[in-house]
């Protein structure tokens, strides 16, 4: 099937420069995200997915960040090439982002509602301030914030953590955008209260046919919201899949190792299995994959040569076992 | 021989821990000249025993006081009413002096990993302290005994004199683990120890926690909001919601057998990869009340699908629903 592509993301590669060396956070990564659907991006932390989302919204502080190479083409003009200004009319107004921490990333001196205009006004110059009010009210109403007219004039500390979320989804949708970046939105909170800001994404995506990546170390979440899979590790893409894949049959060995070390719902058993090791740092990346230091299959070529990702069928996967079988 | 010595130790007496009405509250004043007093009610009254050798799960949303809990049973805060018997002593009513004693029988593992290490100590220091507070032991045992305790939590020796600093979030926990069984406590309190760790990481850890239990045995209260974590690890599991216990049953009859509509919108509301694609979600609508006023009646009937009128005029006591299943709901 072809769909056309709201972003294509083009063999991104972020680096930071730092006194011990460069650690390439992004390495050589490329994706698309298509409207009205969820692209889910998981791994564990330090493998490069929350910086893939701040070079897509060019978030990235140089120094120590640059992008160094690729492309980042959203409705096909390229982000990269893109002034300050234009950038600043894109973020917010096209492209908005939801950011983990519900408790620091909105403003405590500022009321609710004034946060929720600052981003109206801006790129909807045109509405006298009454509308303005009206359309902020509105947002409030849609993430389901009981008496909006009442916590319109309330500070982010009056807030419990699951309203504070709700109004960063509020103020990232004022504008309504066609893509949204979602950064761990609810690690910090409850699980009865994750189970309703994930109804409400999943229904953003329905109503306003909104793209969606929604980056996330937690595989319960992205078997509940997303579409499509893209597994990373140590800056670099594994594998790429749909969530019936990926779940049903998952191909490289860092994948299979993720899913099977959470505890089961519904099975009984006495030990789980573990991933040996953690995550090499970047200064003791090995030679060739980086996973196969803690990989259970792992041969003498895994531990000198870097795999290519490649195809197999509509899927993507980068691991020498699956060399050749390019049919499914 | 672990069933030998737990039968016997059952003979003799039958829990571990018993736990009478606990209750915490936290005085908080409204403004200076304020003469009314409030409290947070953190705890309200739990009630329940822990047997030799098991792990009792403790969940809960974030607020229920289930933390509160954990740290009060240690006396690491004060209870402002209750009593927990240890082995059959009240160690609410002990002197400063003789708690001091009973602490190398009941430990706790902190949840973050970052901030319950001190960073200034070394790794080997850290993990020996709780041998300080006790008897005077001689310089060679103690090292000995801390090189015991860092092998069994699955570090490196050579880590002694390094610092917390050098250390990943999993390397950390298990130093707070080594530190914990150090003193061979009889009972841990784990207070969330795997909650900040990536998956992989989060795996190895619990894998660890259940092979310490065996070979030490030990008995847990581990604290946790992941259910199926909770699931994995315990015997039995203790609901909790604003400070009141409200299911409290074996594991398999709580996951499969669920009599509380609280317990029952927590299983439902867990993002699961084999349930996926399930619709029959209940979502419970709203937060947590403020534990500053509680909901009249039943704590939880403000958010609860199945609230009748009788539920915000009367609490509901604990019933019996199945065998040790404990459940506080008038419809269950």
């Known amino acids: 099937m072809i769909r056309d ?9 972020t680096y930071f420069y730092t006194d011990e060396g460069v650690v390439k956070s992004v390495d050589d990564v490329s994706f698309s995200v298509q409207p009205s659907r969820t692209l889910g991006i998981v791994g564990e932390s330090g493998c490069g997915k929350s910086i893939t989302l701040l070079s897509i919204m060019r978030l990235i502080e140089n120094p120590p960040g640059k992008i160094v190479a690729g492309e980042i083409l959203y409705n096909g003009e ?114 009865t209260v994750q189970a309703q800001i994930l109804e409400l994404i999943n229904d953003l995506k329905k109503k306003a046919r909104a793209a969606i990546i929604m980056v996330t170390h937690d595989l319960g979440v992205i078997s509940e919201v997303a579409d499509d899979v893209m597994v990373m590790y140590a800056g670099k893409v594994v594998e790429f899949a749909t969530v019936d894949q990926i779940f049903a049959q998952p191909m490289h060995p860092y994948t299979c190792g993720l899913i099977n070390c959470i505890p089961s719902l519904d099975k009984e058993v006495e030990r789980l299995s573990t991933i040996p090791g953690m995550v090499p740092s970047f200064n003791e990346m090995p030679k060739g994959c980086a996973f196969a230091p803690r990989c259970s299959r792992a041969t003498q070529r895994c531990k000198e040569n870097m795999p290519e990702l490649i195809d197999i069928g509509e899927r993507k996967v980068r691991c020498f076992l699956y060399e050749g079988k390019d049919t499914e | 021989m672990k069933e030998r010595i737990l039968n016997d130790a059952m003979e003799n007496e039958k829990h571990l821990l018993e736990v009478h009405n606990l209750t915490k509250w936290f005085p908080v004043r409204n403004s200076i000249f304020s003469r009314q007093q409030n409290y947070v009610k953190a705890v309200n009254g739990v009630s329940f025993s822990v047997k030799y050798g098991e792990t009792l799960g403790v969940v809960g949303e974030s607020g229920c006081g289930k933390s509160t809990m954990g740290r009060t049973l240690l ?36 949840q973050d990993p970052y901030a319950s290490l001190d960073p200034r100590m070394t790794v080997g220091d ?83 926690l259940k092979d310490l239990q065996h070979s030490l045995n030990m008995t847990y209260i581990f604290i946790s909001h992941d259910l199926s974590v909770i699931k994995h690890i315990s015997d039995r599991v203790l609901v909790m919601y604003l400070g009141n216990l409200v299911e ?58 199945m609230a009748k009128e009788i539920c915000s005029q009367k609490k509901p006591e604990l019933q019996q629903v199945g065998k040790e299943h404990l459940c506080a709901c008038h419809f269950c």
């Open chain 2, 75 to 110: 006396r690491l805060l004060e209870a402002t009413d209750g009593a927990v018997y240890f082995k059959g002593e009240n160690i609410l009513t002990l002197s400063k002096k003789k708690m001091k004693e009973k602490r190398k029988d009941m430990q706790i593992i902190f």
């Open chain 2, 126 to 208: 850290i993990i020996s302290e709780p041998l300080d507070i006790q008897t005077s032991i001689g310089r060679k045992e103690r090292t000995e005994k801390v090189l015991a305790a860092i092998e069994m939590s699955g570090l490196n020796p050579k880590f002694v004199n390094r610092y917390p600093h050098e250390f990943s979030g999993g390397q950390r926990q298990r130093i707070g683990i080594a530190r914990a069984i150090i003193s061979r406590p009889q009972l841990i309190v784990c207070d969330e120890p795997v909650s900040a760790l990536d998956v992989s990481i989060q795996a190895q850890g619990i894998n660890l």
């Open chain 1, 78 to 191: 390229n982000l990269l090439k893109k002034n300050k200004e234009e950038m600043r009319q894109i973020r917010g107004n096209n492209i908005a982002m939801i950011f983990q921490e519900p408790m620091t990333s909105l403003n405590p001196v500022y009321t609710i509602g004034e946060q929720i205009l600052e981003s109206i006004s801006i790129h909807r110059p045109e509405l006298d301030k009454g509308e303005a009010r009206e359309r902020a009210l509105a947002m409030l109403k849609m993430v389901n914030i009981p008496m909006p007219e009442k916590r319109f004039n309330e500070y982010p500390h009056q807030l419990s953590g699951g309203m504070r979320q709700r109004v960063m989804i509020a103020i990232a949708l004022s504008c309504e955008p066609d893509l949204l970046l979602c950064d761990e939105p609810t690690t910090a909170l409850d699980v």
């Open chain 2, 248 to 305: 409290i049953s074996p594991k398999q009859d709580l996951f499969t057998n669920s009599a509380h509509p609280y317990t029952r919108a927590l299983l439902s509301a867990i993002p699961s990869i084999e349930r996926r694609g399930t619709k029959d979600k209940i979502v419970l609508q709203g937060d947590l009340p403020s534990p500053l006023n509680l909901p009249s009646g039943c704590c939880f009937h403000t958010r609860c699908f």
């Open chain 1, 5 to 13: 592509n709201l972003l294509e993301v083009n063999h991104l590669k």
